[in-house]
């Protein structure tokens, strides 16, 4: 992604910017190397432009935007919930964040609630035009420390998976023929249960199986 900006080599601090808050440091660490690197790639004309509307200094300030006092990438006008930022591509110390750790009855009850309701409403497809799941998210992310955010989002993700898998093989044990995106009979998932699906379940590295011994082998991944 292009920054458009220029590079200024007599340019060893930024004035007005607190180089010593958690904000700045961040930033600097993050992107300052990045920033560097194409101004030096650009041209005189586009050097000259870089600095009438503020050379680095403007650059970094807007940079800083995206992030809070404490140094959390939280993009144009707070999108992102401080904690929950992996890098550009969610790769980043993937070890880090892809951990199973406690999520409330409740806000396992609520992802429950919210994939059943999309299960019958959209026949067992996942519809991502329609999907309530990340308001779930995001307020299961602002009811915990910021240290447990990415974490308890990972292993929220992993139930909702099992449970959209269990009410895959309910409708598929009743109709074997049945086909996502087909209708079926709503009142097939009424024996299926949060506490009926979880009560199958062992973690298994940073996930969750079945059970050896509950049986049923229709088990998804999603």
Do not use: C
């Not at 961040?26 to 509307?53: F, G, H, R, S, W």
Request: net charge neutral.
């Amino acid at each position: 992604m292009s920054m458009n900006i220029s590079f200024n080599a007599g340019n060893s601090g930024y004035t007005g910017i607190s180089n010593g808050s958690k904000q700045y440091k961040d930033v600097e660490k993050k992107q300052l190397k990045a920033v560097i690197a194409e101004e030096a790639m650009m041209t005189p004309e586009q050097k000259m432009m870089y600095e009438l509307l503020g050379g680095r200094e403007a650059h970094m300030r807007n940079v800083m935007s995206n992030f809070n006092s404490d140094g959390d990438f939280i993009g144009p006008g707070g999108v992102v919930v401080p904690g929950m930022y992996h890098g550009e591509d969610g790769t980043v110390d993937r070890s880090t964040w892809q951990q199973l750790i406690p999520v409330s009855d409740e806000m396992r009850q609520k992802m429950f609630d919210n994939v059943k309701r999309e299960f019958i409403q959209e026949n067992g497809i996942s519809n991502g035009d329609t999907t309530k799941r990340s308001q779930i998210f995001r307020e299961y992310q602002l009811s915990v420390k910021k240290e447990d955010r990415a974490k308890g989002t990972w292993t929220l993700q992993q139930y909702e998976g099992k449970y959209r898998s269990a009410m895959y093989a309910a409708v598929k044990a009743a109709n074997p023929k049945w086909e996502p995106g087909q209708p079926f009979d709503p009142s097939i998932l009424d024996s299926v249960t949060r506490e009926s699906v979880e009560s199958q379940l062992v973690k298994s590295g940073n996930t969750f199986v079945k059970k050896p011994s509950s049986g049923s082998t229709l088990d998804i991944q999603v």
